[in-house]
Nanobody, 125 residues
């Protein structure tokens, strides 16, 4: 079992930056691939970024490519999402998720086994 806790959300102006963190419990964090998703009311949960177990491979949604960076620190059981050049359309609840195989950079939320509770990001125009 893995428990995930996100933090770092908040209110920021257009063009600003935020860094989200997701801390995982358990000793198996380094074997999991990790992903970030986001959700806005009336829409399905949307893939944002994924990283494999070692941090050597990453994948991004087109909407955030070049602005967001996913990274991980396995010694700290933490995955990060650095968000730069934020836009109002980035406003959402952001969730981190863990995927057991370790190497899948899955974009489908059903591929993930564990989820955090989410953190709100609001970008004002």
């Amino acid at each position: 079992q893995v428990q995930l806790v996100e933090s770092g959300g908040g209110l920021v102006q257009t063009g600003g930056s935020l860094r989200l963190s997701c801390v995982a419990s358990g000793r198996t964090f380094s074997s999991y691939a990790m992903g970030w998703f986001r959700h806005t009311p009336g829409k399905e949960r949307e893939f944002v970024a994924a990283i494999n177990w070692s941090g050597g491979s990453t994948y991004y949604a087109d909407s955030v490519k070049g602005r967001f960076t996913i990274s991980r620190d396995n010694a700290k059981n933490t995955v990060y999402l650095q968000m730069n050049s934020l836009k109002p359309e980035d406003t959402a609840v952001y969730y981190c998720a863990a995927e057991r195989s370790g190497n899948k950079l899955a974009t489908n939320r059903r591929s993930y086994d564990y989820w955090g509770q989410g953190t709100q990001v609001t970008v004002s125009s």
